[in-house]
């Protein structure tokens, strides 16, 4: 599976912002996807997953409520939906595909099977 976010950008405070993520690969159905993120000097973070049939999501402490994730397995494409972001959700957000369950994603980030390259997502305050 060979994943590509795009959508990020420059917004204010308080903006919303939809990050997209596609995938190639026949096997996408199969596969929890999630979202990423890391900022300057920091580790990467677990932001939100979603199961592999779109019934379940689970989300970071820091973004639930705000964020959304979704997924459109006829388009291959995983969407994190990003309202009232703040200046702390300034970082390199990626897309993840896993096997496993969208808890384990957020749990053991170090087994996630596919990485996508990151979209630059800075919110000025």
């Known amino acids: 599976v060979q994943l590509q976010a795009s959508g990020g950008g420059l917004v204010q405070a308080g903006d919303s912002l939809r990050l997209s993520c596609a995938a190639s690969?026949?096997?996408?159905?199969?596969?929890?996807m999630g979202w990423f993120r890391q900022a300057p000097g920091k580790e990467r973070e677990f932001v939100a997953a979603i199961t592999w049939s779109g019934g379940s999501a689970y989300y970071a402490d820091s973004v639930k409520g705000r964020f959304t994730i979704s997924r459109d397995n006829a388009k291959n494409t995983v969407y994190l939906q990003m309202n009232s972001l703040k200046s702390e959700d300034t970082a390199v957000y990626y897309c993840?595909?896993?096997?496993?369950?969208?808890?384990?994603?957020?749990?053991?980030?170090?087994?996630?099977?596919?990485w996508g390259k990151g979209t630059q997502v800075t919110v000025s305050s």
């Open positions: 690969g026949r096997t996408f159905s199969r596969y929890a």
């Open positions: 993840a595909a896993d096997h496993r369950s969208p808890q384990a994603m957020g749990v053991m980030t170090n087994g996630i099977d596919y």
